[in-house]
Each structure stands twice: as structure tokens, then as C-alpha cells.
């Protein structure tokens, strides 16, 4: 037998020795693992190809002097969501609705050192059409400890908020983390990989008036983090997919500062204020810190005016074995630079999971907390929730449900939240 053909046995046998485990891997990894092929001849065969499709990331097309690539893939979450209100003028919600569906393009030019990346949710289309387009931007490698990055991306602030939907362990982020979190903004960032790892930083410079938007107010914002791996790199990813054989720690922080505009409509009783931002949901959302207090007038509707903003949060997370935990603590601070209106919120939550079967079925469970303005009573909230994942090939192709009780102390009330969904990333 020539040894063309032997590779290929060889190879045949690997693949069905790993099963489903070999959709995460190319046939060069597992020939080279089981001893099959030489490091030499695994370089040759790892070589870019012109066409190429590799399972998360899509199909791939390099060029013939390996110049340029780009890599075409998709994300479709389907879910099923139920929500049912004890009191309150809330109409109880049951119905099937597309998360996301995404068109995901990367890749290098000129140089592997300059990247890209253009992410479309065509979900938004409906929603916001200003919002469809999400990370958009160019990113140069100087060295891994200073990599720059120019366009729109996630501002890098909150674990739970960077690390990919498609890598969540509950059908959704938190509450808490959907008050707080900084969305989309374009500007300039600069990131670094310190010591393999160890330590990442991230200092940006935004337009301050979120996705794909004008600032109409003459300031910019800030944002910072601070990322510390004591025993190697961690990942961004909840859970523990890759049932880690040594235990992983990472302790986080992150700084933002912004001012953005409130506007008024109307006159009299009938006056409304709302920010003049297309950030996320900490400033336009009814759920959203700042957004509830403006929408609520706490702020006052008399008169337009520039409400500086600040936020800070910690976050920690540790994996081993299949077993995983994670929590943020969240503080926000709005300062109304003509009223005078001080509002301070703060809130966090704690998740633990667990795969029971490891790599494939994995149980979890989370409990948040917020209190949206603290010169007010009782007005907090909080919510406890259980997830079963199943993962039939990883993040790729997974089924995920999760029911809580969200509480919220003013009217003593008890909802029911409850998500069915299966994610599709190609």
C-alpha cells in the first residue's frame, strides 16, 4: 500500500475515532495528534488553500500569493419566548422571533498583520435599519502588545457584553448586563496582549453617540480595561466547552465616560425628554439605567440639556473540568450639567454552570440584581434563572433553554421569563 493511500486510512480512521469532535478540527490536527503525519508534512498540508471551508468560520477564499483572504459565514438564532406578567399594563408575551441572523465577513490584506471584519445583523433591519451594521472596522498587529483597531466595534466594556452571543451559556445576557452595557461606537481603540495573555488592555476613543451615528454634542468618549489571567490566557466564553484540564482565572475592569443629549418634545404636562444617542440600551432602552430615569423624568422635561455620564464595573471568571463561574458588579453615575440631577445605579450578577456530560450537556444557573436609581426605594429588581444546553457540534450547532423569576420589589410582582433557542453558526 502506497503511502498516499495509508495517509488516507489513517485519516478515515481518525475521523471516525473523534466522531463528532472532528467538525472543531481539520483532518491535518487529527493526523498530527495521533502521530500519523510529521510536523513537516502537517505544515505542507496546513498551507492556505485557495478554497477552504472551516467549520465557525465559513467559507474561506485565499489568494494565490496568500496576500488576501476572506472568510464568509453566518448565524442564525432562532428562539422561542415566553413571558408572562403578574401585574402591571404589560401584555404577556408568547411567540417565535429570529434573534439574529448575521452575515459575517473577515479576513487579512496585504499582510496578515492587517485584518478586517463586517458583521450585518439582518434582524435589525426591522428593528433599527441604523443598527444593522455592527463590528465594522480594520485592525493592524503592530506587535501582540499593541494591536489598533479603527472603525465600530463592541465597546470593550463588561465581560458578559464582550464575549460573543454565540458563546453565552443562557439564551440571552443578563438583564443587568442589558442596562449597563456600552453597545456599538466607532472610533479608535488600542489593545495589547502582555505576556502571552497574562495581562490585556483595552484604551479607546469613540465618537460617543453609538452605532453608525453622529455625535451632536462636542465631546467624545473614553473607555478603558484592564484584563489579568494569573494562570494563562482565558478566552472570552461562558462555560467550559473546552473542559479546561487546568484551572483558568480572569479578573476584570472597565472604565466608560460620555456625555451624551437630552432632548425635549412637546411643552407643558405633555412634554417628554429622551436621549439623542444610538447607543445601546443604558441610554435609549426603557430597561436601561439612564434610559428609564430620563424617560421617567427623573431629569425633568423643562428644558434640553448635556448629561455627563460615567460607569465602572469588576468582573471575574474561572473554568476547570467542565465546571465554570462568572460575575460583574456594575456602577453608573448621570450628572445633568444644567439641572444639577445626580442619579447613581448599580446592579450585578453571579452564574455558575456545569457540564454533566462533558463537552455536550451542560446544566447552569444565574442570579442578577439591579437597583436603577438609589435615591429612590424600592424600586430594584432581581431575577434568578436555570439553562440546559445541549451541544450537538460545540457553539456551532446548539440547543439552549432557560426559565426565571424576574421580582420587582415596587409592586411585590413575579414574572415568569422563559426561552427556547437553537444557534446555527456557519
Not at 429570529?98 to 473577515?106: A, F, N, P
Amino acid at each position: 500500500m502506497n503511502k498516499q493511500a495509508t495517509l488516507a486510512m489513517a485519516g478515515v480512521l481518525a475521523v471516525l475515532a473523534a466522531g463528532s469532535d472532528a467538525q472543531a478540527k481539520s483532518l491535518e490536527d487529527i493526523l498530527k495528534e495521533k502521530g500519523v503525519i510529521t510536523e513537516a508534512e502537517y505544515k505542507e498540508a496546513s498551507k492556505e488553500k485557495p478554497y477552504d471551508y472551516k467549520l465557525g468560520k465559513g467559507f474561506v477564499l485565499t489568494s494565490p500569493d496568500q496576500k488576501f483572504q476572506l472568510q464568509l459565514g453566518g448565524q442564525i438564532q432562532a428562539q422561542y419566548e415566553l413571558d408572562n406578567y403578574e401585574v402591571g399594563n404589560k401584555q404577556d408575551v408568547s411567540q417565535f422571533n429570529l434573534r439574529r441572523v448575521k452575515t459575517l465577513l473577515s479576513g487579512y490584506a496585504f499582510t496578515k498583520d492587517l485584518t478586517y471584519k463586517a458583521t450585518y445583523n439582518w434582524s435589525n433591519v426591522v428593528k433599527e435599519n441604523s443598527k444593522a451594521m455592527e463590528e465594522v472596522n480594520m485592525k493592524y498587529r503592530v506587535a501582540d502588545e499593541l494591536q489598533v483597531m479603527l472603525g465600530q466595534e463592541k465597546i470593550q466594556y463588561s465581560r458578559q457584553w464582550i464575549t460573543s452571543n454565540t458563546a453565552q451559556q443562557f439564551v440571552d445576557g443578563s438583564f443587568v448586563r442589558n442596562a449597563f452595557m456600552q453597545g456599538y461606537d466607532t472610533g479608535i481603540n488600542l489593545h495589547g496582549d502582555l505576556w502571552t495573555g497574562v495581562v490585556k488592555y483595552d484604551a479607546g476613543l469613540f465618537g460617543g453617540a453609538g452605532q453608525n451615528t453622529k455625535n451632536k454634542t462636542s465631546d467624545n468618549a473614553y473607555n478603558f480595561r484592564l484584563t489579568v489571567n494569573p494562570l494563562g490566557d482565558m478566552k472570552y466564553g461562558e462555560g467550559d466547552l473546552e473542559y479546561s484540564k487546568k484551572p483558568l482565572v480572569s479578573l476584570g475592569s472597565s472604565y466608560y465616560l460620555n456625555t451624551v443629549k437630552k432632548t425635549v418634545s412637546g411643552t407643558g404636562t405633555t412634554a417628554t425628554s429622551a436621549i439623542d444617542n444610538n447607543n445601546s440600551n443604558f441610554v435609549t432602552d426603557t430597561n436601561g439605567w439612564l434610559g428609564t430615569a430620563v424617560k421617567g423624568k427623573y431629569f425633568g422635561t423643562k428644558a434640553a440639556e448635556d448629561i455627563s455620564v460615567d460607569s465602572w464595573e469588576a468582573d471575574f471568571a474561572c473554568k476547570w473540568l467542565g465546571a465554570s463561574m462568572q460575575g460583574e458588579y456594575f456602577w453608573g453615575k448621570a450628572v445633568g450639567e444644567t439641572s444639577g440631577k445626580e442619579l447613581i445605579a448599580r446592579g450585578g450578577y453571579v452564574q455558575a454552570g456545569y457540564f454533566v456530560i462533558p463537552q455536550r450537556l451542560e446544566l447552569a444557573l444565574r442570579y442578577a440584581w439591579m437597583d436603577p436609581n438609589r435615591q429612590v426605594s424600592s424600586d430594584s429588581i432581581s431575577e434568578i434563572q436555570g439553562a440546559v444546553n445541549y451541544f450537538l457540534y460545540g457553539n456551532n450547532l446548539k440547543i439552549q433553554g432557560d426559565v426565571g423569576n424576574r421580582h420587582t420589589y415596587k409592586n411585590q410582582a413575579d414574572d415568569l421569563v422563559a426561552r427556547a433557542q437553537v444557534q446555527l453558526l456557519f
